[in-house]
C-alpha cells in the first residue's frame, strides 16, 4: 500500500494541477433587481448645472446603507467621481464594504472625457479610467462576497457622438455594410423610387470617418479593459470578490439610423467579449424579448452574459407596468441582473424617472414593481 499515495498525489495533479486557473463562474451573478442612486455629494460629477451649486448631502455609502435597509435593496448602481478604493471625505471603502450589498455597478466618472454633442451643448464621455482598476479592486476588496461591474456609459452614443442621431431615416432596409460599400460611389444603391435626399442622409452617416473612427477607439479600449479584467482575475485566484468588466450599449438594431451598432460592429471584434453587456432599455430598445435577442445574436453570448444595467420610463401613471413586465421578460430568457433607473436621494434636479418621490417619499409604481421582482425572483 506504499505506492497508494504517491499515486494519489500524481493523479491529484493531473487532474488539479498547481496554479489552475479557477472557472469563471458567470452564471453565479445572484439574481435580483437594484436601482440605480443618483445623489449630490463629493463623488457626483460636478459638470451637471444643478450640482454645481448645491450643498452636499450624505455619502454615497450613507445613501446606499440607508437605500439597503429602507427598501430592502441588495443590488445598486452609481456614478461615483471618487476614486473606488479612496477613503478620503466620504469614506468610499465602507461604500465596496457594506454588508447585505451583493452587486455593484459603478461608472467610474473620477476620469470623466468631456465631448461636444450635436446640438453644441457638452456631455460626459465616461472612458478614460486606467485599466489598473481592476487590480486594484481586487487588492482592495479580495475578502468581498460581492459583484463588481465597472461599466462604462451608453457606448452607442459615444461611438455615434454623444447624442447624435441619424439626420433622416434610412430608406431601402439595407444593412450597415451595405451603405458603407458605396461610399465611394454616390449613386451606388439608389433607385428612382428612392427618395434622394434621404438616401444620401443615410450613406453620409455611414460613411462618417469620426464615427468609424470613434468605433475603432472603443475597439481598442474594450480590448484592454478585458484583458486588465482576466489578468487582475488571475492574479487573484483565492478572492470572493468578482470584478467584471462591462459594456453597455443602447442601439438594437430596431430603428433604421440604428444600422451601425456597438453590438453589431464592435463586440464581435473584440479579441475576447466583454464579461458582461450591460443593456440599457428603454422605449427606444422596443421590445425588450426582441432587444435582447438581437444582442445575443450579434454577439453569440448567452442571456446570462447580459443584465440590464438601465431601465425605467418617465411615464409615472404606468410605471409599474413597464418596468415589471420589461424585467420579468427578460428574466423568464435567462437575464439574472437588473437595475432600474432611478431612485434620487438628494438631488436638486429632478430627473422625471425616480421611483420614489424625492419630496415625500411616496413610492410610484417602479418601486412597487421592483419589490414584487424581488419576491418572485431572488
Request: charged share 25%; net charge negative.
Amino acid at each position: 500500500m506504499n505506492w497508494l499515495i504517491p499515486l494519489i498525489l500524481v493523479l491529484s495533479q493531473v487532474l488539479y494541477p498547481t496554479g489552475r486557473v479557477k472557472p469563471v463562474r458567470y452564471n453565479l451573478v445572484k439574481r435580483t433587481v437594484g436601482v440605480n442612486i443618483q445623489v449630490i455629494d463629493k463623488t457626483t460629477t460636478p459638470y451637471r448645472w444643478w450640482a454645481a451649486e448645491a450643498p452636499y448631502g450624505k455619502p454615497n455609502w450613507e445613501h446606499v446603507q440607508y437605500v439597503r435597509n429602507r427598501y430592502d435593496i441588495d443590488a445598486v448602481a452609481l456614478m461615483l467621481r471618487a476614486h473606488p478604493t479612496e477613503n478620503q471625505d466620504e469614506n468610499i471603502r465602507k461604500l465596496f464594504r457594506l454588508p447585505g450589498i451583493t452587486s455593484i455597478v459603478i461608472r467610474p466618472e473620477h476620469w470623466g472625457v468631456i465631448d461636444e454633442r450635436c446640438d453644441g451643448s457638452l456631455g460626459l464621455l465616461w472612458e478614460g479610467y486606467p485599466v489598473s482598476i481592476y487590480d486594484d479592486m481586487y487588492r482592495y476588496y479580495s475578502g468581498q462576497d460581492k459583484d463588481i461591474f465597472i461599466i462604462n456609459l451608453e457606448s452607442d452614443w459615444q461611438a455615434h457622438g454623444v447624442g447624435c442621431r441619424a439626420r433622416d431615416e434610412c430608406i431601402g432596409g439595407l444593412s450597415y455594410q451595405s451603405y458603407l460599400a458605396c461610399c465611394e460611389d454616390p449613386m451606388c444603391g439608389w433607385t428612382p423610387t428612392m427618395d434622394y435626399l434621404s438616401w444620401t442622409s443615410c450613406q453620409i452617416m455611414a460613411c462618417d470617418e469620426e464615427k468609424l473612427e470613434r468605433a475603432e477607439y472603443l475597439l481598442r479600449l474594450f480590448n484592454e479593459r478585458q484583458a486588465a479584467a482576466e489578468a487582475a482575475r488571475a492574479a487573484h485566484p483565492n478572492a470572493t470578490v468578482r470584478v467584471w468588466h462591462t459594456v453597455e450599449v443602447n442601439f438594437y438594431g430596431n430603428k433604421d439610423w440604428q444600422f451601425f451598432t456597438v453590438l453589431g460592429n464592435v463586440i464581435p471584434r473584440m479579441d475576447r467579449p466583454p464579461d458582461f453587456i450591460g443593456l440599457s432599455v428603454y422605449d427606444m430598445a422596443g421590445n425588450p424579448e426582441d432587444t435582447l435577442r438581437y444582442a445575443m445574436e450579434a454577439t453569440g453570448l448567452p442571456a446570462n452574459r447580459f443584465i440590464v444595467s438601465e431601465t425605467g420610463t418617465s411615464k409615472k401613471d404606468n410605471q409599474y407596468d413597464i418596468i415589471y413586465e420589461r424585467i420579468n421578460n427578460l428574466f423568464v430568457m435567462g437575464v439574472r441582473l437588473a437595475f432600474v433607473w432611478d431612485l434620487e436621494i438628494a438631488p436638486v434636479y429632478d430627473t422625471g424617472y425616480s421611483i420614489v418621490d424625492r419630496e415625500t417619499g411616496e413610492e410610484f409604481g417602479g418601486m412597487r414593481a421592483v419589490r414584487d421582482l424581488n419576491k418572485e425572483w431572488r
